[in-house]
Every structure is written in C-alpha cells, then in structure tokens.
C-alpha cells in the first residue's frame, strides 16, 4: 500500500503541488489525469524517489516495491537489452549479483518482449540501436520482469501500436500488484482503472473520481452544467434585485416630484428608504462570498480548420502501389481510393509502413513501382510525426510567418490560441518542449488553409482536452483526412474507415470498431 501524504512542491516562484494527499490501495489500478504542467509527471517522481518535495511524505507498506517507467527516461547506450534485464533484477532481487540470466528469467524476457511486439529483439542487441517505440518496449519489460508490488508508469501508452496496447491492457488487467499510471490514451484507462485522480492545475490539488475515465467525463461534464444553471439562476436573482430597487426608487422619486402634499412627501421619502435598503440589498448579494462566478473553461488549445474553398470528388487514388526498404517489402500492388472529404485512419504494427506509405504519397519517397494521384484541387496539408518539418533554428513566431505573413499583434495572438505564449514564441523551436512543437505544428497546418489533411500521429505529446479540442475542429472540418494514430478514441471520432497495413496489404474496415465497447460524452 502507497501512502501519500500532503505533498508540496513548487519550482522558482510557481507552486506546482499543494498538500497532495492520496492512498493507492493492495492491487488498485489507478490513473492520474490533468492538463499539461498541472504535476502530474511531478508527483510521480517524488513518489519514485527521483525528486525530492518540498513538503510532505510518501510511505509504502512492509515488504512492497517500488517500479517505476519515467516519461521519458535516460538511456545508458553501452548496455545491451540483456544488460538492462540484469541490472534491473539485480537491483531488485539479486543483491547486486549482475550474473547472467537463468532459463526462467530468459524465457519470461521473451514472453514478454513478445506480448509488446518486439519478439524479433536480440537480447543482445545494444540499446542505441533501439528506436524510440522500441526503447518504450523495452524498458517495459525489463520492469515488469522485476514484479514489482507497486508499478509507477508514465506514458507507458507513448509509441505502443494498438496490437500493443491491447497486450499491455490484457498484462495491466490481471497484474497481481498495484498500478499507477499516466496516460492520455482514454480507451486504455477505461480498460484498466478503477479509480481516477485529477490534478488540478489552478489549485494544485487532488480529487479523486471512483470509476473509469468514462465516468470521469461524464461527472465533469455533469458538474459543469449544473455550475452553470446555478450561475444563470443567480444571474436571474441580480437582475431581479436591480430592477426591484430601480423600480422602487424611480416610484418614490416621482411621487416626491409631482406632489406637495406633505404627506405624499413623507410617503415618498419613506418608499425611498425602501429603494436604499433594497439596493444595499444588492450590494450585499454582490459581495457574497457564496457567490459563483461565471464557470469559464480552462485555458485550451483552440483549432479551427476553417472551410477549404473547393472539394475534389476524388482526392486520392493508388494504382498498384508498391514500395522496399534494403530488399524488404513493405507494402505491395496497393489501389486504394480516398473520396474527397472521406476520413481514413491507416493503422497497423509499429515497423509495418504506415509513415513510409504517408511519404511515398506526399512525393518525399519514391515507389518502386505503380502510381498515385492526387485531386486537381486538393492542398494538402501535412504533420510529421518526428517534427522535422520545424527548423529548429527559427521561432514559432518566424515559422508561422514564413506560411502566412501577418501583423506581430496578430500572429500572437493567433500562437496564444494554440497555448504558446508571448516568452515561448520568440524562442527556437528547438527550446521548445514536444508538445509545443506538436501545437505549433497544429497551427501552421491551420494557417495553410488546406483542403486535405495527412496526420502522422498527430495527438503525440497533447493532453487529453487538447486531444478533445483537436477532435472537434477535424469533426468541424469539411475536407478530407488520412492520419496514422494509435489512439483509439481518436480515431473513432474522426475518420469512418480503418486501412490496416499487414504483411504488405491493406484491409478496409471501420473505425468504431476499434472502440466498440466503450462511449463517451
């Protein structure tokens, strides 16, 4: 059992945790969810061991251990995969003894190597050959091998294809020890936790939300729109109020104006009185501190894709296309048709294809045989999925002006939409963490004004409000979409057909499958 206990932690001048107080229970699933920068990844550390709080304890039960899956953590390169197996065991269970692995530990490393996709893994294989998706795998398994009794994992979702995800549920699920996570992946919360924690990024604290994600929405929601009649019933009692004494005092101002009868005068004087209790009424209406004010959404990423001028009733079609990478075949005699506005979500194995079929499409690789073609009138727009299309040297200010030149004032305010502010825009891109890139990336794609656009993993590095901003403006948006995601939310709400790249074809299926069980408000 991990106690957590009035945890305080701020950083130069911004308190970013205050009094965090919270119990994960023997065998619990729980998830800590927030916007970015509300502590969430913060929390986690301190309760790792790896920063130190300001205030507050963290205490665990006798006997338990601790395991922990950082963001985002560093990679000792000289060390093979068999070499961080072992260092991870030893710390845990061999009293420091590095010697090599035992039958047993070598065959559950390969079990669960394979669960993740990554059975094609040498265990000798050096860790700086490893790709980023494929660092995530590994690091996974190295500490599910420890069996810890308290698991810490942040963003173990990040670069997982679904095939993975769904493994890592099904693992997480019958996990026999207790699990905290953090994750935007909301299909994967609500196939695993019980019990949701929300940091709030106003207040720095902590509430806790019995159920899954979807529960979670859903009370939210609720409580916002009950926030909201009780701010418009109280908008409706100010309103009241002001004209009863503006009524009563325009009476009596009337009545002491159109008469000299002494006692009409008294009479008004005394309706007056009425009229300044009443406005002192008011006033004390006003100044109470019981009164709400107006329930305001949170600073959010603002996308809106606009209208594109004109559509093309075809927007893309394939003819026998084919394409190799150092004589493998990655795909292979694809004809494939996108209608004009239709949504397609290309989905599959990480290492199957997905971004090299996106770039042979988009002209930057070429096929080893057959065609494609685009619309007459189609602009497209496109996001990488590694950023490279940002040059790391030039601002988000400079970069926005390089697609569409417009006023500084304006094209601050146009970068404040998509949560990059005044200081952070005038920096290198470079300086910028992941998700400010993604968001500028976002707001170069609207400032484009494209009529077709292609997303490589798009939702990479946003929170899940900004996922949910990012949905509404592509469910807005009246053009056509081709993106690569592993969300399954995502994809469900904003393309109607799946083409799942396996052993070098496509098959054509349908996006709501993918979340078939669950809903969301």
Known sequence: MLHVNRISKRFDYTQILKEVSFTLGNGEKVALVGANGSGKSTLMQIIAGTLEA??????????????YLPQAGEVDEALTIE?????????????????????AEEAESYRILAGLGSCYLALDTPLKQLSGGELTRVHLAALFLTAPTILLLDEPTNHLDIPALEWLEKFLQSYYGSVLLISHDRVFLD???????????????IRKFPGDYCNYARVIAEEKEKAYERWKDQQAEIKRLKADWIQTAEQARHTENQTKDSKMRRYAKKVAKKGLAKKHRLERFLEDEARIEKPMDKWRLRVNFGEPEHHSAIALETTGLSFAYDQRML?????????????????????????????????QLAPLSGTYRWGGRIKIGYMAQNQDTLDPKKSALETLQDIRP????EAYHFLHYFLLDEDQVILPTASLSY???????????????ATFLVLDEPVNYLDIPSREQFEQALQAFSGGVLLVAHDRAFIARVTEKTWLLEDGKVKVGWSEDLVSENSYP
Request: proline share 1%; charged share 15%.
């Open 54 to 67: 300001d205030a507050g304890t963290i205490t665990l039960s006798g006997g338990d251990t601790l395991g």
């Open 83 to 103: 070499a961080l197996f072992l260092q991870n065991l030893s710390a845990h269970y061999r009293g420091g003894s590095s010697k090599g692995l035992t039958p």
């Open 191 to 205: 196939r695993v936790v019980s019990c949701i924690y929300e940091l709030d990024e106003v207040t720095q604290s």
């Open 331 to 363: 795909f292979e005699d694809l004809n494939l048709t996108i209608q004009g506005q239709e949504r397609v979500a290309l989905i599959g194995a990480n290492g199957c294809g997905k971004s090299t079929l996106l770039k042979v499409l988009l002209g």
């Open 406 to 409: 417009m006023a500084m004032s």
């Open 435 to 449: 998700g400010q890139r993604s968001r500028l990336m976002l707001a170069c794609l609207v400032a484009e004004g």
